[in-house]
């Protein structure tokens, strides 16, 4: 078995982010790249900014199905996406 810092097993992290990248990015219902994975002792924290707060569950639910037995913490915000209320003046 490979060893694994943080919890002693388990892939190297590299591996499990890769394979979160890909699965967040591949996956229509998500297609989300800017999410950021890191393996602590306590489990997978996910770090980023999303649209909207059902995107951010969405992605946490997708992450913790793929990883039953690791828990996830979401550290993941989510933008405000308003259209403007002035117009910009470029010079």
């Known amino acids: 078995m490979t060893q694994h810092r943080g919890t002693g097993i388990g892939p190297p992290d590299e591996y499990i982010e890769a394979e979160i990248h890909r699965l967040l990015a591949e996956d229509p219902a998500v297609a989300e790249q800017g999410i950021t994975v890191v393996?602590?002792?306590?489990?997978?924290?996910?770090?980023?900014?999303?649209?909207?707060?059902?995107?951010?569950?969405?992605?946490?639910?997708?992450?913790?199905?793929?990883?039953?037995?690791?828990?996830?913490?979401?550290?993941?915000?989510?933008?405000?996406?308003?259209?403007?209320?002035?117009?910009?003046?470029?010079?």
Do not use: N, W
Request: aromatic content about 4%; overall charge negative; glycine content about 8%.
């Open 39 to 91: 393996r602590r002792e306590t489990g997978l924290v996910l770090y980023g900014e999303v649209e909207s707060a059902h995107r951010r569950e969405e992605i946490v639910r997708r992450v913790a199905g793929r990883f039953p037995d690791v828990p996830v913490t979401s550290e993941i915000g989510v933008i405000r996406t308003e259209a403007p209320t002035q117009i910009e003046q470029l010079p």
